[in-house]
C-alpha cells in the first residue's frame, strides 16, 4: 500500500498544469524576471551572490518566492500556497527542519519531495502541483527542479518571510537604523542595554524588533548578543524588515520588505530613522556587527512566549500536501 501510495503522489507532481521549466534571465534583473514568470517555472542565478546569508521572501499575492543571498536576489520562482480555508501565514519564519524525502502524514502519506519545514503544525516548502493560484492546505509548493536547488542553497534557521503584498521587494535607500539622526527622539537616548558580541563572534546578524514588548534583540549566528529598551513611532500593522543588501563608498544599501497589507511602496522615506528611539551607544554597537546580507525585523508580536532560542516541542500531526 506505501509503494502504490508513493507512486500516486510521485505522478501528481509530475502531472502540473506547467511542467517545472528554468527561464533564462537575459539582459533582465531578477526582480524584473519574476514578474513574468509563468506556472512552473522560474529563474536561478547563484553567480549573482556565490556566498552568504540567505533569505527567502515569499508573497501570497503574486504567487512568487524570491531567493537573496547575501541581500542579492539570485533565484525566484513561481508558487502555490494554501487554498480559501486553509490559507498560508505571514509573517517571520525561520527553516526548522530539512528533509529531501518526506511524506505527509494529515493527507494520506503524500510526497514532499525537498521538504523544508516552516511551523511545527504544517507549513512547510516543498516541491509540488503548480497549477498559477492557491491550491494547498498550507504549504508552499515549487516547481521540483527549484525545490532541489532551493534546499541545496539553504540551512537550518534560514529566515523566511511571507507576504501579502501585491507588489515584489523593491530596492530602496538606507533605513538609517543604525545610526543615530538629528530629529531622533532622545527619551531613550541614555538608557541602559545588553550588548555581548563575544557571545558569537561570527554568523548572519538580525536584529528583531518588537513594538509590543517595546525591545530590540541582536542575533548572530543565532545567538542573542545584545538588547535593548526601543519604541517605535507609530503603526506597526503587519511589521516589515530590511535587509542591508550592499555597503560601499556611497554608504548602505537596503531593501524594504513588507509582511502584509496593501502597501503603497515599499521606498524608505529619508525620515525613517526618526521612527525608532533606542540608546544611541545601542545603535553605534549595532552599526559595528552589521554586514551586507544583515536583517533588521520590526514586528508588532511579543517575543516574550517562546522567545529566540527556545526549544519547540514537535506535534505528530504534520499536515502539508503536494
Not at 506547467?18 to 509563468?38: F, T, Y
Not at 523593491?170 to 527622539?185: F, K, Y
Not at 514537535?314 to 500536501?321: D, H, L, P, Q, R
Request: with cysteine; glycine share 10%.
Amino acid at each position: 500500500m506505501r509503494r502504490i501510495t508513493t507512486l500516486f503522489a510521485a505522478a501528481c507532481l509530475v502531472s502540473s498544469p506547467v511542467l517545472a521549466e528554468q527561464v533564462d534571465l537575459g539582459q533582465r534583473s531578477m526582480l524584473e524576471a519574476v514578474r513574468g514568470l509563468k506556472p512552473g517555472q522560474y529563474v536561478w542565478a547563484p553567480n549573482a551572490a556565490p556566498e552568504g546569508p540567505a533569505l527567502l521572501v515569499v508573497n501570497l499575492a503574486t504567487q512568487r518566492a524570491v531567493l537573496f543571498r547575501n541581500a542579492v536576489p539570485m533565484g525566484a520562482s513561481t508558487i502555490s500556497s494554501g487554498k480559501k480555508g486553509y490559507e498560508t501565514p505571514t509573517g517571520v519564519f525561520t527553516v526548522l527542519e530539512k528533509k529531501k524525502e518526506h511524506y505527509s502524514k494529515t493527507y494520506n502519506n503524500a510526497a514532499m519531495p525537498n521538504m523544508q519545514r516552516l511551523t511545527w503544525k504544517g507549513v512547510a516548502l516543498h516541491a509540488g502541483n503548480l497549477p498559477g493560484y492557491p491550491a494547498s492546505h498550507g504549504c508552499i509548493r515549487l516547481p521540483i527542479q527549484f525545490s532541489s536547488l532551493l534546499f541545496g542553497a539553504t540551512k537550518l534557521g534560514m529566515t523566511v518571510i511571507i507576504t501579502s503584498l501585491p507588489v515584489a521587494p523593491d530596492q530602496s535607500a538606507t533605513p538609517e537604523l543604525a545610526g543615530p539622526t538629528a530629529a531622533m527622539p532622545t527619551s531613550l537616548a541614555r538608557a541602559s542595554y545588553e550588548w555581548h558580541p563575544e557571545r558569537a563572534t561570527s554568523g548572519p546578524v538580525s536584529v528583531i524588533i518588537s513594538s509590543t514588548d517595546q525591545r530590540a534583540t541582536v542575533l548572530r549566528g543565532g545567538v542573542e548578543i545584545g538588547s535593548s529598551p526601543a519604541r517605535v513611532n507609530g503603526a506597526v500593522n503587519g511589521g516589515w524588515a530590511y535587509a542591508l543588501r550592499a555597503w560601499d563608498e556611497t554608504g548602505q544599501h537596503w531593501l524594504k520588505l513588507q509582511f502584509s497589507g496593501a502597501g503603497a511602496g515599499m521606498e524608505v522615506s529619508p525620515g525613517e530613522g526618526d521612527r525608532f528611539d533606542v540608546p544611541w551607544d545601542f545603535r553605534h554597537a549595532v552599526q559595528t556587527a552589521l554586514r551586507p546580507g544583515s536583517i533588521i525585523i520590526v514586528t508588532p508580536q511579543s517575543l516574550r512566549a517562546g522567545s529566540t532560542g527556545s526549544s519547540l516541542t514537535v506535534i505528530e500531526n504534520e499536515g502539508g500536501t503536494p
